[in-house]
């Protein structure tokens, strides 16, 4: 049964047609994915898309920090992946942080940050603030052991605000 499940993978930029008419314009997420970082420990989980990331589950959230007094920091990291004729590369990439009370299954998160620095990594910025030096090297070692030729063919920017 193990075997079935279906692996997950950071998306890449797909080669779908541009269309007019309805949809024209909206937003395209089919190169943004996202990594969970919680107590050291960094995953793909791309449920955070539509908040239901395996952290989020059940979780009802408050934009009052102080609702969630016994939280543990998470932080859900945007990717944004790119192509060059050379190949993919991480492109832009932003931390938002989380507080997570899975025993009270309270949570604390301002959702427009969250949304405002998904549009951030889209527009291929790197923002990495409140994220500590485990929670960056956990960050850069799962970026590596997903793809090491994206992390190798990314911007320096990148590989500095991870080292």
């Not at 960094?42 to 959230?61: N, Q």
């Not at 405002?116 to 910025?125: G, H, I, L, S, V």
């Not at 929670?135 to 090491?148: D, P, T, V």
Request: glycine share 8%; aromatic share 8%.
């Amino acid at each position: 049964m193990e075997a079935d499940k279906k692996k997950l993978a950071l998306n890449i930029v797909s080669s779908k047609v541009n269309h007019k008419g309805f949809g024209a314009g909206a937003i395209d997420l089919s190169n943004v994915s996202s990594i969970i970082i919680d107590g050291g420990e960094a995953y793909v989980d791309d449920g955070a898309l539509h908040a239901k990331s395996k952290v989020e589950k059940g979780i009802k959230f408050s934009m009052n920090k102080e609702e969630v007094p016994n939280g543990r920091k998470c932080w859900i990291v945007w990717v944004a992946v790119d192509r060059t004729e050379e190949g993919a590369y991480y492109a832009g990439m932003t931390a938002c942080e989380m507080l997570i009370d899975t025993e009270a299954r309270r949570g604390w998160k301002i959702l427009a940050d969250h949304v405002n620095k998904m549009d951030a990594a889209m527009k291929r910025n790197f923002i990495f603030d409140g994220l500590d030096d485990t929670e960056k090297a956990a960050l850069k070692n799962q970026l590596i052991a997903h793809n090491e030729e994206w992390w190798n063919r990314s911007d320096q920017t990148l590989k500095d605000a991870l080292s």
